[in-house]
């Protein structure tokens, strides 16, 4: 007998073509175990898009040793410049915007809508734009925006 402790290894995460990744996304509660193994990641857009105005705003990566947004997006986030533009543009303009940055926070609107529509709201507009997207996807928004901004 040896007096070696177990070793507590986590099994390999399983790729999305396997027969368990699979499984996982049968049944009528499917949708529901996607979301909640995403709802980390959205619950963090808004500190993310903050930090990013930041990196943008300051160029707050120079002095981390990069040349480029570009690099530091790559290399640190695993994004590309323009991801982290978009998401500190949204950001900024939510600043203009408080109940609707108060929403996406909150999670009660989400932060793909308000990305398409934070452009065309203004603090006047702002409560009748909430209404007008809460509850509705992101394929319903463009269309909306699509007739509303030919």
Do not use: K, N
Not at 100 to 107: E, F, I, K, L, N
């Amino acid at each position: 007998m040896t007096d070696h402790p177990r070793r507590c290894e986590r099994p390999p995460a399983p790729d999305a073509t396997t027969p368990a990744a699979l499984l996982f996304l049968r049944g009528r509660d499917a949708d529901a175990r996607v979301q909640a193994l995403v709802s980390g990641r959205i619950a963090a857009r808004p500190l993310l898009a903050s930090l990013a105005l930041v990196l943008v705003e300051r160029r707050a990566f120079e002095p981390l040793g990069f040349r480029s947004l570009g690099d530091y997006a790559r290399e640190r986030l695993g994004l590309t410049a323009r991801a982290v533009r978009e998401w500190a543009r949204v950001w900024r303009a939510l600043g203009a915007l408080p109940r609707m940055r108060s929403a996406v926070v909150t999670g009660e609107v989400s932060w793909s809508v308000v990305s398409r529509i934070v452009g065309a709201v203004t603090p006047e507009t702002e409560v009748a734009a909430m209404e007008s997207v809460r509850g509705r996807t992101v394929r319903a928004v463009e269309a909306m925006l699509a007739a509303a901004f030919p």
